[in-house]
């Protein structure tokens, strides 16, 4: 074999070698470094926390809880945990928040008022609000479909009678609207003991008022008859834009959107008692009245004409005899045109105008 030819060969081993050494160390030293597997972090039993911010007075539904893992050195007793018989979330709805609570805040035992709590109703009323109670029918009711949190317009009936003659004024008006119900009869809730809403005839009313409002319903179970008509809830931002397009809402400046947001949340969700509107027999049937019957003005008596004739001729005959004449030291003296009347030896003098 030619030394040249093994010489050549050797040479591109030791060359090939050297290269696949020089390429691995250069690929290795490039390599990304191994990311190291962070502790496992010990996880809790599930505690009930909130979806979102639930203001005071704030009434629990569905949507408003959930469980969430949470590390098991910052569980408390107080805590709603996930396998205990009292943090069934289904028995939770239709409480009422006591405390403010932030969106992701554990809900504690405290923090909830359930309905047969003592406290209840007051923990259900706005800030400045009042509970209000009206007496319903079944067919002022709406048949029983109005359940709690529902919202509703207040509608008076009264007839005027006025001071005169004819058929009374038949007339409806809406008081109030946008009440928001808290209670129907001693129920807060409209499920039944499985979970159902149940449609249920009930007395008595009782909503969300101010105490201006309270005045009013007050006074108007005593003048005619209440009926309640249950608004739609599509119609949550009617009032809202109603008072942005009068100008009643004031956001000031350089408030963030949470705080905008709650200021628009506060003025869609106000009852409201201006801009009444009313109807009346007349705009119903063509057969009864638009206005209130007043008292037509009578004419006077026979006897009374004569009095009065008689009083008027003698309030002119008083102002035309002239006044008496003054008196000085005895004598007559007598001011304006006076005539001279001789009888004999005898003259008088006499006014102008006397008899």
């Given at each position: 074999?030619?030394?040249?030819?093994?010489?050549?060969?050797?040479?591109?081993?030791?060359?090939?070698?050297?290269?696949?050494?020089?390429?691995?160390?250069?690929?290795?030293?490039?390599?990304?470094?191994?990311?190291?597997?962070?502790?496992?972090?010990?996880?809790?039993?599930?505690?009930?926390?909130?979806?979102?911010?639930?203001?005071?007075?704030?009434?629990?539904?569905?949507?408003?809880?959930?469980?969430?893992?949470?590390?098991?050195?910052?569980?408390?007793?107080?805590?709603?945990?996930?396998?205990?018989?009292?943090?069934?979330?289904a028995k939770l709805i239709g409480t009422v928040v006591r405390n403010p609570i932030t969106a992701g805040q554990p809900?504690?035992?405290?923090?909830?008022?359930?309905?047969?709590?003592?406290?209840?109703?007051?923990?259900?009323?706005?800030p400045g609000m009042r509970a209000v109670t009206v007496p319903v029918s079944n067919t002022s009711g709406v048949a029983?479909?109005?359940?709690?949190?529902?919202?509703?317009?207040?509608?008076?009936?009264?007839?005027?009678?006025?001071?005169?003659?004819?058929?009374?004024?038949?007339?409806?008006?809406?008081?109030?609207?946008?009440?928001?119900?808290?209670?129907?009869?001693?129920?807060?809730?409209?499920?039944?003991?499985?979970?159902?809403?149940?449609?249920?005839?009930?007395?008595?009313?009782?909503?969300?008022?101010?105490?201006?409002?309270?005045?009013?319903?007050?006074?108007?179970?005593?003048?005619?008859?209440?009926?309640?008509?249950?608004?739609?809830?599509?119609?949550?931002?009617?009032?809202?834009?109603?008072?942005?397009?009068?100008?009643?809402?004031?956001?000031?400046?350089?408030?963030?959107?949470?705080?905008?947001?709650?200021?628009?949340?506060?003025?869609?969700?106000?009852?409201?008692?201006?801009?009444?509107?009313?109807t009346t027999g007349g705009d119903v049937s063509r057969f009864q009245r638009r206005s209130i019957p007043s008292r037509?003005?009578?004419?006077?008596?026979?006897?009374?004409?004569?009095?009065?004739?008689?009083?008027?001729?003698?309030?002119?005959?008083?102002?035309?005899?002239?006044?008496?004449?003054?008196?000085?030291?005895?004598?007559?003296?007598?001011?304006?045109?006076?005539?001279?009347?001789?009888?004999?030896?005898?003259?008088?003098?006499?006014?102008?105008?006397?008899?």
């Amino acid at each position: 074999m030619d030394v040249k030819k093994v010489a050549l060969l050797i040479g591109a081993l030791v060359i090939a070698v050297v290269t696949a050494v020089m390429a691995k160390n250069m690929f290795t030293g490039a390599g990304a470094d191994s990311a190291s597997a962070a502790p496992a972090v010990p996880i809790g039993p599930k505690v009930l926390v909130a979806r979102k911010a639930l203001p005071v007075g704030t009434l629990i539904d569905a949507e408003s809880l959930a469980y969430q893992a949470w590390p098991q050195e910052l569980v408390q007793n107080a805590y709603y945990t996930e396998g205990s018989p009292e943090s069934n979330p289904a028995k939770l709805i239709g409480t009422v928040v006591r405390n403010p609570i932030t969106a992701g805040q554990p809900i504690t035992r405290g923090s909830l008022v359930g309905p047969n709590d003592r406290g209840f109703l007051a923990a259900a009323l706005g800030p400045g609000m009042r509970a209000v109670t009206v007496p319903v029918s079944n067919t002022s009711g709406v048949a029983g479909f109005i359940f709690p949190g529902d919202r509703v317009d207040m509608v008076l009936t009264q007839v005027v009678t006025g001071g005169g003659d004819g058929a009374p004024l038949k007339v409806s008006e809406t008081i109030v609207r946008n009440l928001r119900v808290l209670a129907t009869d001693q129920r807060i809730d409209s499920k039944d003991a499985e979970g159902k809403t149940e449609v249920k005839i009930f007395n008595s009313v009782t909503f969300e008022a101010t105490p201006r409002i309270a005045e009013k319903v007050a006074v108007a179970q005593s003048m005619g008859t209440l009926s309640l008509a249950l608004r739609s809830i599509a119609d949550t931002t009617a009032e809202l834009e109603r008072a942005v397009a009068a100008g009643e809402v004031k956001v000031p400046a350089g408030t963030n959107p949470a705080d905008e947001r709650r200021i628009l949340l506060a003025v869609a969700n106000r009852p409201v008692d201006s801009n009444t509107t009313y109807t009346t027999g007349g705009d119903v049937s063509r057969f009864q009245r638009r206005s209130i019957p007043s008292r037509a003005a009578s004419a006077p008596a026979a006897g009374d004409s004569v009095a009065q004739l008689a009083n008027a001729m003698m309030r002119s005959n008083a102002a035309a005899s002239p006044a008496p004449a003054p008196v000085a030291n005895g004598a007559v003296v007598i001011s304006g045109p006076v005539v001279r009347v001789s009888r004999g030896n005898t003259v008088t003098l006499v006014p102008v105008g006397a008899r």
